[in-house]
C-alpha cells in the first residue's frame, strides 16, 4: 500500500496545501487543497471519499473535483462520513446556492456523488482496504480513521483535542504509523483548546498515552500546523524533547509512505 500526502497544512500559504491523503489510486482521506495538484487522470481513479469532518480546509476540493471529472467518470464517487457530516454538506455546499447538488445531478437515479453515513467503530472494506472510524473530539462531529497495512495500522487522527477514547482503542492496534495534528503554539493555547486542536504541551500529554502494540520502525508524523505558526512550533517540540522520545518528522505534501 501507497499513502501520498497531498496536503498537510492547517492553513493556505505558498507550497501549503490542507489536508488530504491518498491511499493507492481509488481513496481519499479528506479533499483538503491538496487534491487540485492531482492530475485529471488520479483523480478520476477516485471512487471513495472518507470525511473527518466538514470544515473547509477539509472540505474545499471535494466540490471542485466532482465538477472537474464529471465527465469522466461513469459510476457516482461515494463520499463516507458522520451523518451529521453529510447534513452539512447538503444544507451548505451542494444546497444549489454554493455549488449544484451533485447527489440528484445528472439525475437522481445516475448521481455524481453519494453519501454513505459513517459511525464510530464501523468497519469498512473499500477497494480491497480495510478502515476503521475512529473516535475524535473536535468543535463539530469529528473522526480520524485507522487503515489496516501489511506491516500494521496507518491511523490518522483528524481534528482533535483531548480524547481519551482515541487511545483507548489505539492500545489494541498493531501500529505502524501514527499521524497526528499540532495545529497551534504554546502562545495560541487558550485558542487551541477553544477550537479543539492541539498545541505542544497537550500533544506531550496525549502522546504518554502511547501504549500500542508498536511495530519495529513505527513513526509519528505531526500534520495541519499553521504556517504562521510553524517555525515556532518546531522549536517548542524541540524543547519539549519530544523528537528525542518519538520517532517524529514533520508532514509535508508530496511525501510517499509504502506499507
Not at 487522470?41 to 471512487?47: C, F, K, T
Not at 464529471?70 to 447538503?90: D, E, F, K, N, Y
Not at 506491516?151 to 504509523?177: C, H, I, S
Amino acid at each position: 500500500m501507497k499513502i501520498r500526502v497531498l496536503g498537510c497544512s492547517g492553513a493556505i500559504a505558498q507550497h501549503a496545501r490542507t489536508t488530504s491523503f491518498l491511499l493507492d489510486e481509488h481513496i481519499l482521506i479528506d479533499a483538503g487543497t491538496g487534491v487540485g495538484d492531482l492530475p485529471l487522470g488520479e483523480m478520476v481513479r477516485i471512487d471513495h471519499v472518507l470525511l473527518t469532518h466538514s470544515h473547509l480546509d477539509h472540505i474545499a476540493a471535494l466540490p471542485l473535483m466532482l465538477d472537474a471529472v464529471a465527465g469522466l467518470r461513469s459510476q457516482p464517487l461515494r463520499v463516507h462520513a458522520l451523518p451529521a457530516t453529510i447534513a452539512a454538506l447538503r444544507n451548505h455546499i451542494f444546497n444549489g446556492v454554493i455549488w449544484p447538488d451533485f447527489s440528484v445531478i445528472p439525475s437522481p437515479e445516475q448521481p455524481m456523488v453519494q453519501f454513505h453515513p459513517i459511525e464510530v467503530g464501523q468497519v469498512l472494506t473499500l477497494s480491497g482496504q480495510r478502515i476503521e472510524v475512529l473516535p475524535a473530539h473536535h468543535t463539530v462531529p469529528a473522526v480520524g480513521f485507522a487503515v489496516a497495512t501489511p506491516k500494521g495500522y496507518w491511523v490518522f487522527t483528524g481534528d482533535t483535542e483531548r480524547n481519551p477514547p482515541f487511545w483507548q482503542r489505539l492500545r489494541q492496534l498493531p501500529l505502524a504509523m501514527l499521524v497526528i495534528e499540532l495545529t497551534f503554539s504554546q502562545r495560541a493555547s487558550a485558542l487551541a483548546q477553544i477550537s479543539a486542536h492541539l498545541c505542544p504541551q497537550v500533544l506531550a500529554q496525549e502522546l504518554a498515552h502511547l501504549q500500542a502494540p508498536l511495530q519495529p520502525g513505527w513513526r509519528l508524523g505531526l500534520t495541519h500546523t499553521k504556517p504562521l505558526e510553524q517555525a515556532l512550533l518546531r522549536a517548542e517540540v524541540q524543547a519539549l524533547g519530544l523528537a528525542e522520545q518519538y520517532p517524529l518528522f514533520w508532514l509535508e505534501a508530496g511525501q510517499t509512505f509504502e506499507f
